[in-house]
């Protein structure tokens, strides 16, 4: 059975390249690496910088200048928000064009709205995974395109949060269990991830306090604000920043911590983190919020309820004396990627009129 061609949107704004600046950069990594390893032709669109051994299409991010009396237009949008918006409208009129010569399927892997509301010009298939709850972009877009788009939710929640405006299916996300490593564990707990207030490291700080253990947080500050405010008051000599690690740095530290706490402060879509802690046979306490809840099994972390500092520190107390072994197995049997991709190219072929092998 000959390989599918495949046409992979992601960000415009982050290149997809370690140091990931979050989960779904992350996610389209493993997605397009894996695709390939299949035997697949992947060709991604991405922002300039990422992966050189991806061979990404570069989405045209050309810097536009309004002219003066554009300027005086009190309701103009912002500069980044016009680059986008021609990055993506040019690479959906280039699909338009030449899409159904070159690919099978087009896999929107991006938050922007026009490769869903573009969808009905396209004459091949156009699958797009809902990362987030529904925006007002999204949404309007997602509408606009009725039934002419495949909705996958990365989560049961996620897809709940959309049923009101799409019938999304559920691939639930992959951690690349080759890469995430086993490790023999520490004294410290861990938290990695965007530092921003809707992931809450605030909170793992107060949490790991309360259980007695010390923190290392990790990941990049892409809100400084929050950072200097919330964060930075609260380091000390039981709790220290590492940085923006880059890949096998930020691997290392997931792999020799005692427990990894994971604290969203809205519905958390999926949890990559969660899966990558669990990969690495490093235990999780997390608050049970969102996709959370589906993920971390009692045989790989324990829940507290969502802002219950408390029941997060008996949680981390708790979890850290699994068996880092049946916590590792957990991710083995349950979370790979290798699970992922398989669904999404049963999807494929399903799409573009292939039989999937027996």
């Not at 156009?126 to 495949?150: C, D, I, K, Q, Y």
């Not at 890469?179 to 023999?184: D, M, V």
């Not at 947080?217 to 919330?230: I, K, M, Q, S, V």
Request: overall charge positive; aromatic content about 6%; some cysteine.
């Amino acid at each position: 059975m000959r390989g599918l061609r495949i046409c992979l949107i992601a960000s415009s704004r982050f290149p997809i390249a370690e140091p990931f600046a979050g989960g779904l950069e992350a996610h389209t990594h493993a997605l397009a690496s894996a695709m390939r390893a299949r035997g697949h032709r992947v060709t991604l669109f991405a922002a300039p910088g990422s992966d050189p051994d991806l061979r990404a299409e570069t989405l045209a991010v050309d810097a536009f200048e309004p002219s003066d009396r554009a300027r005086r237009d009190v309701g103009a949008p912002p500069d980044a928000f016009m680059r986008e918006h021609h990055a993506y409208l040019a690479l959906m009129l280039q699909l338009q064009r030449q899409g159904r010569r070159r690919f099978d399927v087009v896999h929107n892997n991006c938050l922007h709205h026009l490769p869903v509301a573009m969808s009905a010009a396209l004459e091949i298939p156009l699958v797009t995974t809902l990362h987030t709850p529904p925006t007002p972009w999204l949404e309007s877009a997602m509408r606009l395109a009725g039934g002419r788009v495949t909705a996958v939710a990365v989560s049961a929640a996620t897809a709940r949060h959309w049923a009101g405006t799409v019938d999304a299916g559920v691939i639930r996300n992959g951690v690349d269990v080759s890469r995430w490593r086993p490790g023999p564990g520490g004294a410290e707990a861990v938290w990695f991830g965007r530092l921003v207030p809707e992931k809450g490291p605030h909170l793992a700080i107060d949490a790991a306090r309360a259980a007695g253990m010390r923190l290392v947080l990790a990941g990049p500050t892409h809100d400084r604000g929050y950072f200097d405010a919330e964060i930075a008051p609260r380091l000390g000599a039981d709790v220290r920043y590492a940085g923006h690690l880059a890949g096998p740095s930020l691997r290392r530290l997931v792999a020799s911590s005692r427990v990894a706490l994971v604290t969203p402060c809205w519905d958390e879509p999926y949890g990559l983190v969660a899966a990558e802690a669990i990969a690495s046979g490093t235990p999780v306490a997390a608050f049970a919020r969102g996709g959370l809840a589906e993920i971390v099994g009692p045989e790989a972390g324990r829940l507290a309820a969502a802002d219950d500092l408390a029941g997060l520190a008996a949680a981390a107390v708790e979890a850290a004396h699994l068996p880092r072994a049946g916590v590792r197995r957990y991710a083995e049997t349950r979370l790979s990627v290798e699970r992922m991709v398989a669904q999404y190219e049963e999807l494929y072929r399903s799409l573009s009129g292939m039989r999937v092998a027996a």
